[in-house]
Nanobody, 115 residues
Framework: VQLVQSGGGLVQPGGSLSLSCVAS????????MRWYRQAPGKEREEVAG????????NYADSVKGRFFVSRDNAKNTVYLQMNSLKSDDTAVYFC?????????WGQGTPVTVSS
């Protein structure tokens, strides 16, 4: 199982960024996918999740209405579109999939929101 992330970077408050996570080594279309983030000095928190077919999504209250998760099962990719970014969104973002009794994580993508 491999999850390879891209995107992220530095953005001003109010700006937008998009993250991608390309999966391999498992049947991507069968699994619920999640995005997490971990800010400096804080615990890792779940940000968003999307069902295997993409028809159901869930968001943390702190990002609801600003972040949007999607997936393309033909490309084995899950996305996180982040809009109206705030300084509190500064964190390292991870994609995640639980398979059987294991947890698999992307390598992490830093997102910094600063003027």
């Amino acid at each position: 199982v491999q999850l390879v992330q891209s995107g992220g970077g530095l953005v001003q408050p109010g700006g937008s960024l998009s993250l991608s996570c390309v999966a391999s080594g498992f049947t991507f279309s069968n699994y619920y996918m999640r995005w997490y983030r971990q800010a400096p000095g804080k615990e890792r928190e779940e940000v968003a999740g999307i069902s295997s077919g993409g028809g159901s999504t869930n968001y943390a209250d702190s990002v609801k209405g600003r972040f949007f998760v999607s997936r393309d099962n033909a490309k084995n990719t899950v996305y996180l579109q982040m809009n109206s970014l705030k300084s509190d969104d500064t964190a390292v973002y991870f994609c995640h999939v639980p398979i059987n009794y294991g947890n698999y994580w992307g390598q992490g993508t830093p997102v910094t929101v600063s003027s």
